[in-house]
């Protein structure tokens, strides 16, 4: 099957610190992308909607100046955490649609914020 | 909204005991139903789905039929293996394919004992 990628795997960084977060379609092009972010024990959240060439779409609730997203190809969108804080550390899921097929997840990425 | 509730985990089997997980949703419309599969380390796979009532999807000796009376995607397979140990998730999306938003449950983590 289709594969999707995600770097880094876990990322450690200070408060107030800007991180980014790489998604890719490895075999396939994907004019949109999600983005979940998922607490421990719950379930996966969806933030966001990547659409390549336009503004990505929140959900409710979703800080749109905290959480940056940027759908530069059809190969690959980023998710940027801007001034990150301790409350922001989670786990950060990616996926992406195949052209007429399910979604393919990204491994995720761990956040943690000190 | 749509949501779906799963059967809480963790759950442990012997191997070749017979496993069900419960899964119930709510949703406007008729949505599709998805099980998705999480192995350690890597991203979630799609196990098998139901996009109409009474559809039942089945992959690798796992089964779940679209119950649409009683609003239910239970997960079944006859003899679990070790390999089956995992955390599965119960999902629902407006579209055949899953390529759309998907509303997770909150997962439930499996171990197979030999």
């Known amino acids: 099957g289709a594969v999707v990628s995600q770097h880094p795997s876990w990322v450690i960084c200070k408060s107030g610190t800007s991180v980014k977060i790489e998604c890719r379609s490895l075999?396939?092009?994907?004019?949109?992308m999600f983005w979940y972010r998922q607490f421990p024990k719950q379930s996966l959240m969806l933030m966001a909607t990547?659409?390549?060439?336009?503004?990505?779409?929140?959900e409710q609730g979703v800080e749109k100046d905290k959480f940056l997203i940027n759908h530069a190809s059809l190969t690959l969108s980023t998710l940027t955490v801007t001034s990150a804080h301790p409350e922001d550390s989670s786990f950060y899921i990616c996926s992406a649609p195949a052209p007429g097929e399910t979604q393919y997840f990204g491994p995720g990425t761990r956040l943690l914020v000190l | 909204g749509d949501s779906v509730t799963q059967m809480e985990g963790p759950v442990t089997l012997s191997e070749e005991a017979f496993l069900t997980i419960n899964c119930t949703y709510t949703a406007t419309g008729y949505p599709s139903l998805f099980w998705y599969v999480q192995y350690p380390g890597e991203g979630l796979q799609l196990l098998l789905k139901a996009t109409k009532a009474d559809d039942k999807g089945s992959n690798k000796g796992f089964e779940a039929t679209y119950r649409k009376e009683t609003t239910s995607f239970h997960l079944e397979k006859g003899s679990v293996q070790v390999s089956d140990s995992a955390v599965y998730f119960c999902?629902?999306?407006?579209?055949?394919?899953?390529?759309?938003?998907?509303?997770f449950g909150t997962g439930t983590r499996l171990t197979i004992i030999p």
């Open positions: 075999d396939f092009q994907a004019t949109t």
């Open positions: 999902a629902l999306s407006g579209s055949n394919f899953g390529n759309e938003k998907l509303t």
């Open positions: 990547s659409n390549e060439g336009s503004k990505a779409t929140y």
